[in-house]
């Protein structure tokens, strides 16, 4: 079993800046991609981006491009996303999770992702 935690999570205002961390442990971290993902209240989770195991290969969903950077430390277990420029349709709930590194499931789908984390709330005040 791989735990994922998130944190980092928190109230901004627009325009300002987040930096969500996801700490991971169990099993080696190193073997598995990451990604992160999204639900606002009453919406589904969407997939926002995801890494692959070595840190390569950063994928995002269009509304965030240019806006949010992936990224991850495997020294560390800790895979990043780093926030900017937020806007209230940000809001939402923001989950990370793994899939394995070599299963060749699709990088922005929910069901590609065995392990999930609880999740971290960011609220963007307009």
């Known amino acids: 079993q791989l735990e994922v935690v998130e944190s980092g999570g928190g109230l901004v205002q627009a325009g300002g800046s987040l930096r969500l961390s996801c700490a991971a442990s169990?099993?080696?971290?190193?073997?598995?991609?990451m990604g992160w993902f999204r639900q606002a209240p009453g919406q589904e989770r969407t997939f926002v981006s995801a890494?692959?195991?070595?840190?390569?290969?950063?994928y995002y969903t269009d509304s965030v491009k240019g806006q949010f950077t992936i990224s991850r430390g495997n020294a560390k277990n800790t895979v990043y996303l780093q926030m900017n420029s937020l806007k209230p349709e940000d809001t939402a709930v923001y989950y990370c999770?793994?899939?394995?590194?070599?299963?060749?499931?699709?990088?922005?789908?929910?069901?590609?992702?065995?392990?999930w984390g609880q999740g971290t709330q960011v609220t963007v005040s307009s």
């Open positions: 999770a793994a899939r394995p590194a070599y299963s060749g499931s699709a990088y922005d789908t929910v069901p590609s992702y065995d392990f």
């Open positions: 890494i692959n195991y070595s840190g390569g290969s950063p």
């Open positions: 169990g099993r080696t971290f190193s073997d598995y991609a």
